[in-house]
């Protein structure tokens, strides 16, 4: 049996890549609305299997009447329940907020822990959740955020040849400057949003289609 070829690319092509990811998105960030940690805490625990845009809808009257961790751990299940209803798993993703919120009042004075150790210890927060925080909030590159067009687009691109978000991470931090991990999620994800898509890429639009070795340009 034949093996498969390799779409992997050369680090001078990756610079070359980063270059245009720079050029055409510049100002790439977080699609979930926030104004604060705690917030964006919050909605990345929400959106997890859900879309950005459905979280968006539900987070802004979510914050209004629990604006803070102390203001949540207080909140009653049935009606933290009903205000995230229209997301997926929302029965679990009530009690983890509720849950988490309390821990972050006993632990931490109701602030937002900064370590990637501390935020997974929290109920409903997982690797990727921290990222988020800690890279969008706090600025601090703990690691790579991979989600389905984190790992679709750097496939794609050859930056990796990996599967599954682990994987894919550990092959990202390998490859990619640290100084570079967190704006780098937000443009592949943007790309992978707008241009690479999972179904119809346009490649004859996509100003990376010269260097990319899965581009069909027809």
């Given at each position: 049996m034949a093996r498969r070829r390799s779409k992997l690319v050369d680090d001078e092509t990756v610079r070359r890549q980063l270059r245009r990811l720079n050029r055409i998105l510049p100002d790439a960030e977080c699609a979930l609305h926030h104004r604060n940690a705690f917030e964006l805490l919050v909605a990345t625990v929400l959106s997890a299997q859900c879309t950005d845009k459905l979280v968006n809808e539900v987070t802004p009257a979510l914050f209004a009447k629990y604006p803070d961790a102390r203001a949540l751990a207080a909140a009653e299940l049935a009606d933290v329940e009903t205000m995230v209803r229209r997301v997926s798993f929302w029965r679990t993703k009530a009690r983890h907020l509720i849950a988490?919120?309390?821990?972050?009042?006993?632990?931490?004075?109701?602030?937002?822990?900064?370590?990637?150790?501390?935020?997974?210890?929290?109920?409903?927060?997982?690797?990727?959740?921290?990222?988020?925080?800690?890279?969008?909030?706090?600025?601090?590159?703990?690691?790579?955020?991979?989600?389905?067009?984190?790992?679709?687009?750097?496939?794609?691109?050859?930056?990796?040849?990996?599967?599954?978000?682990?994987?894919?991470?550990?092959?990202?931090?390998?490859?990619?400057?640290?100084?570079?991990?967190?704006?780098?999620?937000?443009?592949?994800?943007?790309?992978?949003?707008?241009?690479?898509?999972?179904?119809?890429?346009?490649?004859?639009?996509?100003?990376?289609?010269?260097?990319?070795?899965?581009?069909?340009?027809?």
């Open positions: 988490l919120a309390g821990q972050l009042c006993e632990r931490y004075d109701a602030e937002v822990p900064r370590t990637m150790e501390e935020l997974v210890a929290l109920p409903g927060v997982a690797r990727k959740t921290a990222n988020v925080v800690l890279g969008t909030a706090f600025g601090i590159p703990s690691g790579f955020v991979v989600d389905t067009h984190v790992e679709r687009v750097a496939n794609r691109l050859g930056f990796v040849e990996a599967e599954g978000a682990v994987k894919v991470e550990r092959a990202l931090v390998e490859r990619i400057p640290k100084k570079r991990w967190i704006l780098l999620a937000h443009q592949l994800i943007l790309h992978g949003r707008q241009t690479c898509r999972a179904l119809r890429p346009k490649c004859e639009e996509c100003a990376l289609a010269p260097d990319c070795p899965s581009a069909e340009l027809g």
